[in-house]
């Protein structure tokens, strides 16, 4: 599509039904697409989808949504061209992290793995085709995860059997590693196969969760990991110092809250996958007060919103999106928001110590 829209009189609700026309071509090229090379064609068009969608007005979470339902059915093609069809039959390729959360807009590292049934395959076959998978987000834009956790490692493509024991071990000895493949597992989404064989994973995990308190503080004990040089969620994602003058949305804003709210919805053995939701149910639940539900909710928008205003700025000037905003550039509002957004995370980290009794963990 012509960028002619971008300096014309065009009102706002014509530029978001020409942007939804072009989100729904994308769409069907996926679905069309006979070759890996024809859905990188597809994939490549979504960053600029996005900073359209972006100047356009469009606020945060319909964005998030959008990238959710284009990202999925690619995802889902891809496997199904690089894997044989038994193979797709008789497994389930689930993305984490924030893409299984439904909260990625620009793209990020690869979070994702596959689940067996007993005799789908040989594992040459298995091997080859989870290799050309990676292969093809690496192609479409998705780095490869520094921590490996994609189907290119055989940790992450197991029977559904061994997967199943491997959850078990999660929670009964809970080291380091442990911790963190559990964090990231409780965001999975199925995205393509057989759906049951991914639930019957989840189903050890909350069926044995919350029995034991001390693995839940270790576990939740993570929202204070960027606070000092320690923590086992530190062995995933390195603490880089930025300087005085730089605040890293992501490791001060949205981990703290994604995590901690994660941390109550396993403690409580909620299912639900995205952080509003999980948000939702524990207010439901009678576990979050209305008005702090309603402050997670909003600051989980904000620090999005401002991760992907940043990140499309850095990527017009030629640099690779980070989680890093200037605190000083920042202009007044969004200052401000800024500001109350991470008063209403320390407010929730004070909750949590208190929940999960952080403070004798130290």
Same mark, same amino acid.
């Given at each position: 599509?012509?960028?002619?829209?971008?300096?014309?009189?065009?009102?706002?609700?014509?530029?978001?039904?020409?942007?939804?026309?072009?989100?729904? $071509?994308?769409?069907?090229? %996926? &679905?069309? *697409? +006979?070759?890996?090379? =024809?859905?990188?064609?597809? /994939?490549?068009?979504? @960053? !600029?989808?996005?900073?359209?969608?972006?100047?356009?007005?469009?606020?945060?979470?319909?964005?998030?949504?959008?990238?959710?339902?284009?990202?999925?059915?690619?995802?889902?093609?891809?496997?199904?061209?690089?894997?044989?069809?038994?193979?797709?039959?008789?497994?389930?390729?689930?993305?984490?992290?924030?893409?299984?959360?439904?909260?990625?807009?620009?793209?990020?590292?690869?979070?994702?793995?596959?689940?067996?049934?007993?005799?789908? $395959?040989?594992?040459?076959? %298995? &091997?080859? *085709? +989870?290799?050309?998978? =990676?292969?093809?987000?690496? /192609?479409?834009?998705? @780095? !490869?995860?520094?921590?490996?956790?994609?189907?290119?490692?055989?940790?992450?493509?197991?029977?559904?059997?061994?997967?199943?024991?491997?959850?078990?071990?999660?929670?009964?000895?809970?080291?380091?590693?442990?911790?963190?493949?559990?964090?990231?597992?409780?965001?999975?989404?199925?995205?393509?196969?057989?759906?049951?064989?991914?639930?019957?994973?989840?189903?050890?995990?909350?069926?044995?969760?919350?029995?034991?308190?001390?693995?839940?503080?270790?576990?939740?004990?993570?929202?204070? *990991?960027?606070?000092?040089? =320690?923590?086992?969620?530190?062995?995933?994602?390195?603490?880089?110092?930025?300087?005085?003058?730089?605040?890293?949305?992501?490791?001060?804003?949205?981990?703290?809250?994604?995590?901690?709210?994660?941390?109550?919805?396993?403690?409580?053995?909620?299912?639900?996958?995205?952080?509003?939701?999980?948000?939702?149910?524990?207010?439901?639940?009678?576990?979050?007060?209305?008005?702090?539900?309603?402050?997670?909710?909003?600051?989980?928008?904000?620090?999005?919103?401002?991760?992907?205003?940043?990140?499309?700025?850095?990527?017009?000037?030629?640099?690779? *999106?980070?989680?890093?905003?200037?605190?000083?550039?920042?202009?007044?509002?969004?200052?401000?928001?800024?500001?109350?957004?991470?008063?209403?995370?320390?407010?929730?980290?004070?909750?949590?110590?208190?929940?999960?009794?952080?403070?004798?963990?130290?």
């Amino acid at each position: 599509m012509a960028d002619a829209f971008d300096n014309s009189p065009v009102e706002p609700l014509e530029v978001l039904g020409l942007l939804s026309e072009q989100a729904r $071509a994308v769409r069907q090229q %996926v &679905a069309l *697409a +006979s070759d890996v090379r =024809s859905l990188q064609q597809a /994939a490549l068009q979504i @960053p !600029d989808l996005v900073a359209r969608l972006h100047r356009a007005g469009c606020k945060v979470a319909p964005i998030a949504a959008v990238v959710q339902a284009l990202n999925a059915p690619l995802f889902e093609r891809a496997w199904q061209l690089v894997a044989p069809p038994e193979l797709v039959a008789n497994s389930c390729l689930f993305v984490m992290g924030s893409e299984g959360r439904g909260e990625q807009i620009l793209k990020t590292d690869q979070d994702n793995g596959l689940v067996l049934r007993d005799g789908a $395959a040989d594992d040459a076959t %298995v &091997a080859h *085709a +989870s290799q050309r998978f =990676s292969e093809a987000l690496r /192609a479409f834009g998705y @780095p !490869d995860c520094p921590g490996g956790i994609m189907v290119s490692n055989p940790s992450w493509r197991q029977r559904v059997d061994d997967f199943s024991r491997t959850a078990r071990r999660w929670l009964l000895m809970p080291d380091a590693d442990g911790l963190m493949s559990l964090s990231i597992f409780l965001d999975a989404r199925p995205v393509c196969g057989d759906p049951a064989l991914l639930e019957r994973v989840r189903g050890e995990i909350f069926e044995l969760a919350g029995g034991s308190d001390a693995m839940l503080g270790r576990f939740a004990a993570a929202i204070d *990991a960027f606070s000092e040089s =320690s923590g086992w969620w530190n062995r995933w994602l390195p603490n880089v110092d930025h300087g005085k003058q730089s605040i890293d949305i992501k490791k001060l804003g949205l981990f703290p809250l994604v995590h901690g709210v994660r941390s109550i919805a396993l403690q409580l053995r909620v299912r639900e996958i995205g952080t509003v939701g999980r948000i939702a149910a524990l207010q439901a639940a009678g576990v979050l007060p209305p008005a702090m539900a309603c402050d997670l909710a909003d600051s989980l928008r904000f620090f999005m919103e401002l991760k992907l205003k940043t990140g499309l700025a850095e990527l017009d000037a030629g640099r690779s *999106a980070s989680n890093t905003v200037q605190w000083d550039r920042l202009g007044p509002l969004d200052s401000g928001l800024l500001a109350a957004a991470l008063g209403v995370v320390k407010q929730f980290k004070a909750m949590l110590r208190q929940r999960f009794h952080l403070d004798a963990l130290s």
